[in-house]
Nanobody
Framework: QVQLVESGGGLVQPGGSLRLSCAAS????????MAWFRQTPEKEREFVAT????????FYADSVKGRFSISRDNAKNTVYLQMNSLKPEDTAVYYC??????????????????WGQGTQVTVSS
């Protein structure tokens, strides 16, 4: 069992930065792939970034590539999402996810077994 708690969301101006954190409980953290997704009322849950078990194998949605960076600290059971050059279209609730979905793409929500409660990110002037 893994429990995930996100933090670090808030209101930021366009062009600004935020760093999201996701603290995980449970001893399976280091063996799980981790990811960030986001969702708005108008859209389905959207993949943002993922990182594999020991910090390798990260990849990003095209919409955030070059602006966002995912990392993890297995000693602290925490995964991070550094978000730079934020745009109004990045406004969403951001969710942390953990799992080992086998052959399913890590960009799909179905890969992940555990989800956090979400943290709101609003990009507005």
């Amino acid at each position: 069992q893994v429990q995930l708690v996100e933090s670090g969301g808030g209101l930021v101006q366009p062009g600004g930065s935020l760093r999201l954190s996701c603290a995980a409980s449970g001893r399976t953290f280091s063996s799980a792939a981790m990811a960030w997704f986001r969702q708005t009322p108008e859209k389905e849950r959207e993949f943002v970034a993922t990182i594999y078990r020991r910090g390798g194998g990260s990849f990003y949605a095209d919409s955030v590539k070059g602006r966002f960076s995912i990392s993890r600290d297995n000693a602290k059971n925490t995964v991070y999402l550094q978000m730079n050059s934020l745009k109004p279209e990045d406004t969403a609730v951001y969710y942390c996810a953990a799992g080992n979905g086998g052959l399913i793409s890590r960009a799909k929500p179905e890969y992940y077994d555990y989800w956090g409660q979400g943290t709101q990110v609003t990009v507005s002037s």
